[in-house]
RNA sequence: UGGUGGAUGGUGUAAUGGUAACACAGAAGAUUUUGGUUCUUUUAUUCAGGGUUCGAGUCCUUGUCCGCCAACCA
């Protein structure tokens, strides 16, 4: 314990996020003060690029001596749901994070409304009845500038009435909205005098039918900000434009002037990121759920048998910057493997079967081995192993003809079983098809593990498992979800590029010990990969999700 | 073509005018009762041209390429 403190604080450089605070701490901007907000729509589940974000501002805050806080952005109620709200918050906390606050956008509705108000009585907002096709008429385009609507120059008195019986639920949805009176010339399309709210005869989540006008975006957010005091309001890039419109609220509104910050947003290779994809292959059914370990949901990478210390884990390494990137799949792969490596006990468990026969072992006798759960915990304990005549062996850990190095089992050649006995392959059988059914080998007494004094040096050690003893069990092993890396480049829509076999299911045979798993318990299945007990598991029928393989050196060295 | 934000190895992130660093991926080797882990070694004239400077990835300038913005979505 004591030796970490000594260790050399290694002085990490700062993200530019982390620069603006400190910088603002040095200035004294908010009497020292950081708190900053996590704000997702409750419209979907949380992905791991929400994950960055989630990071990003729970840390920052905790690295200040602050403090974050969650609100739902529901300003929608036509695509947002209580059930989002319940996942989201589990996602949250299962990352690690705790906030101080929770709260809703809707909270505010009651403020927002009198905002509107206020810039109605300013002269800044007007009652607008075009369509929204007038709408996008007026608004012009990057190169040329907007025209007003007929209906911009109402008096602050018409506009509050007529605001006033939007509210009364006087109008049609559709027939009117409440513009900011901006600029129609403004080089920033945003700011063309933007719709900021609307009517929606919509049952909302939380506020029921109270409400028939709902805010947008543009006029939630920033005020939602302020109303908390928030002093970093951390964004993705895609929210750059709404920055002046952001502040022209606030400036106009003389509230509490929170800033908002811009970082680029997560993509991932092989995956999609965007929600509208997400709930698009859930509902379509490409994959069985907002879970399915496939998704790059935390609820997905979760049931896949992710750690939340493996997703923060990646989410420091991956950095925080204003350019936009494609991070590969296998630095999150990395992240994993590194954990479970430390964490996850060992079993031996055989995915493709190759019976052995001990011919000179005694038919009917078992013999118990030990071994250590985990070769990288000296506290991790050790398990029995019943060890006998039939064994399983791996398939592709005999070759009739073997290349030059191959470790493993072929006529003549010996093989260590993992914690057993050096054995060697004497003969093989074949059934009329030609396929190998059945290896006879010989084990060597005085080799048995730990105690072998038979001077025998092999290159190879097996896996393996009792055929007495071995228990079924169910094995899902995905694939990454996409055949092509980057998504946002390939050709035609998202959904052609498909991997038709991100799953398999396969039956295992398991050592015994298994069979007292708990959902979502974590394993290395020893030279396959890292697997978890899914949910799906019943008390004799038990399904293993597979998280990710081990490295695999020697399969490059073969496929070659 | 209007505005706006970018550009550093295959992929990310650093270097805040002073030796281009770290990680992942890849390659080679050592160790290993997991072909895992661990440990070595290896992989860049910083988008291009011009300029300022003793010195430029960093500052200035011109160009090129990429992202985002014209929802009553967030």
């Not at 009497?31 to 690029?49: A, W």
Request: proline share 5%.
């Amino acid at each position: 314990m004591s030796e970490i403190s000594k260790e050399p604080t290694e002085e990490k450089s700062l993200n530019f996020i982390e620069q603006i605070i400190e910088e603002d701490l040095r200035n004294n901007k908010h009497g020292g003060r950081v708190l900053t907000r996590f704000p997702p729509e409750p419209n979907g589940y949380l992905h791991i690029g929400h994950a960055k974000s989630i990071c990003l501002n729970f840390g920052v805050a905790q690295k200040y001596g602050g403090g974050t806080n969650l609100r739902f952005d529901d300003t929608n109620p036509v695509t947002e749901d209580t059930e989002y709200v319940d996942s989201i918050k589990n996602d949250v906390q299962w990352l690690g994070f705790q906030w101080v606050n929770e709260f809703y956008a809707s909270d505010y509705f009651d403020s927002l409304y009198e905002y509107a108000l206020v810039l109605i009585r300013k002269g800044l907002a007007y009652v607008d009845e075009s369509t929204s096709e007038q709408m996008a008429a007026q608004k012009g385009t990057p190169t040329e500038p907007g025209t007003n609507s007929p209906y911009r120059d109402r008096t602050p008195e018409e506009n509050e009435a007529l605001f006033v019986r939007m509210k009364n639920g006087e109008f049609a949805e559709g027939t009117r909205t409440l513009r900011a009176k901006i600029d129609m010339a403004a080089p920033n399309m945003i700011m063309r005098d933007p719709v900021i709210y609307r009517i929606k005869f919509a049952h909302h989540h939380r506020t029921g039918d109270k409400w028939c006008i709902y805010p947008m975006y543009d006029f939630a957010h920033g005020q939602s900000d302020s109303i908390e005091k928030i002093t970093h309001s951390i964004c993705t890039l895609e929210f750059i434009p709404h920055r002046d419109l952001y502040d022209w609220c606030i400036e106009k509104l003389e509230i509490f002037p929170s800033k908002q910050y811009e970082f680029a947003r997560l993509n991932l290779t092989y995956t999609v990121m965007s929600k509208r994809k997400l709930l698009q292959l859930v509902n379509e059914q490409h994959v069985t759920g907002w879970d399915d370990p496939r998704m790059p949901t935390i609820s997905g990478l979760r049931r896949r048998g992710y750690t939340p210390e493996s997703i923060r884990e990646f989410c420091d390494r991956i950095g925080v910057a204003r350019r936009d990137n494609l991070i590969d799949v296998s630095l999150l792969e990395f992240c994993i493997r590194e954990h479970l490596n430390k964490v996850a006990e060992r079993r031996m468990v055989v995915l493709d079967p190759l019976k052995v026969i001990l011919t000179n072992f005694p038919e009917g006798q078992v013999e118990i081995c030990h071994s250590e759960n985990n070769p990288e915990d000296p506290n991790g304990g050790i398990r029995d192993i019943p060890f006998g005549r039939e064994i399983y062996v791996e398939r592709d850990d005999f070759m009739e003809v073997a290349p030059k190095k191959y470790f493993r089992l072929a006529p003549g050649q010996m093989v260590r079983l993992k914690s057993a006995y050096i054995i060697k392959c004497d003969d093989f059988v074949k059934d009329e098809a030609g396929n190998v059914i059945e290896l006879h080998c010989t084990y060597i007494e005085n080799s048995k593990s730990g105690s072998d004094t038979s001077g025998i040096n092999v290159k190879g050690t097996l896996h393996w498992v009792s055929v007495k003893e071995a228990l079924p069990i169910e094995i899902r092993e995905y694939d990454r979800l996409f055949t092509v890396e980057d998504l946002s480049t390939a050709e035609g829509d998202f959904k052609e590029h498909i991997n038709p076999n991100s799953l398999q299911v396969i039956t295992g045979y398991a050592e015994p010990a298994l069979k007292e798993a708990a959902v979502g318990a974590k394993f290395q299945f020893m030279r396959k990969g890292y697997f978890c007990l899914d949910p799906d598991s019943t008390a004799d029928h038990l399904v293993f999700n597979r998280t990710v393989g081990l490295k695999d050196t020697w399969g490059k060295v073969a496929a070659k």
